[in-house]
């Protein structure tokens, strides 16, 4: 595959794509060419019937209808930018079709379960306590992404103004705004953190001082709900889904739920309104004039 290298360059530098983005459509890519290398073929010359062939084998493989698209999307960029660079004359893609998935809805925590989370004993005394509590409240409050809440830094978050920066995908900025009571309890944590590690600018830190890693916060978000939820999938995605369903449970307008998500397309903010049946009947109730 001689154009990948030159491929993954243009998405990081040009497209400006994500480092977990760029490792995904990495791995895809990798797997196609193995994929054609045990049939005897080249990914230079891939055609319609090889890349049908892979699609084909990878559903025989188990692959998910979901992980397959995504696998499709891989390879419609890859080959968009062999054409876009003069690097081939034909698109083998644009005879390839996604496959027919069924609606995934995202998984989220009911608001008393999140409460219950949240509520626990006093730790004003003890950082690593704290600090553990702080993380799993910023991801319920905010409703930042992994990889945003891991690189935030003491100027980034304003509990004056009672807001905080974040630096989102393709180095998008955008405001989230924060509550009173949640101010409280981040200058209280950002008091303890400066009398153990004065030296650090980022916000959040391990016992250590050193930055947080994505193992890490996946093993404190997987404890602290399986705590109050027997939900198979406790990630600190499953905190941001939860931000969003129980927002528009609660009324919240689908647009400012995008922004504060970060969305590029509402299309991506709208899935969280199949996961709200008390906004709609809310929304009947209040909108029907016979309700």
């Excluded at 895809?28 to 084909?56: H, M, N, P, T």
Aim: with cysteine; charged share 30%.
């Amino acid at each position: 595959m001689e154009h990948f290298v030159p491929y993954l360059k243009y998405l990081e530098y040009e497209k400006r794509y994500s480092p977990h983005t760029i490792d995904a459509y990495c791995r895809d890519l990798l797997q196609f060419d193995v994929f054609l290398s045990d049939v005897g073929e080249s990914s230079a010359v891939a055609d319609f019937k090889a890349i049908r062939r892979w699609i084909i084998d990878l559903v025989a493989n188990g692959d998910s209808s979901r992980t397959v698209n995504r696998k499709i999307a891989t390879l419609r960029s890859y080959f968009k930018y062999l054409m876009k660079e003069g690097l081939v004359a034909i698109n083998p893609m644009e005879k390839v079709r996604p496959l027919k998935t069924g609606k995934n809805l995202p998984a989220f925590v009911p608001i008393d379960k999140m409460d219950e989370a949240l509520d626990e004993e006093e730790t004003s005394g003890d950082f690593s306590a704290l600090r553990d509590r702080t993380v799993l409240e910023f991801f319920y409050m905010t409703g930042v992404r992994l990889s945003e809440l891991i690189h935030l830094k003491d100027t980034d978050v304003d509990t004056k103004a009672m807001t905080v920066k974040v630096l989102g995908k393709r180095n998008k900025e955008r405001i989230i705004p924060l509550t009173a009571p949640f101010c409280d309890t981040l200058r209280q944590y950002v008091s303890l953190k400066k009398f153990a590690f004065p030296d650090t600018d980022l916000f959040f830190v391990l016992d250590s001082g050193k930055p947080l890693y994505e193992r890490w916060v996946q093993r404190l978000t997987g404890k602290k709900l399986g705590m109050v939820t027997a939900m198979k999938k406790r990630s600190p995605h499953v905190l941001r889904h939860s931000f969003a369903t129980n927002m528009l449970d609660n009324g919240a307008d689908l647009n400012a739920i995008k922004e504060i998500l970060g969305h590029a397309n509402l299309s991506a903010t709208q899935v969280y309104t199949h996961s709200a049946p008390n906004r709609i009947k809310k929304v009947y109730q209040q909108a029907h004039p016979r309700a």
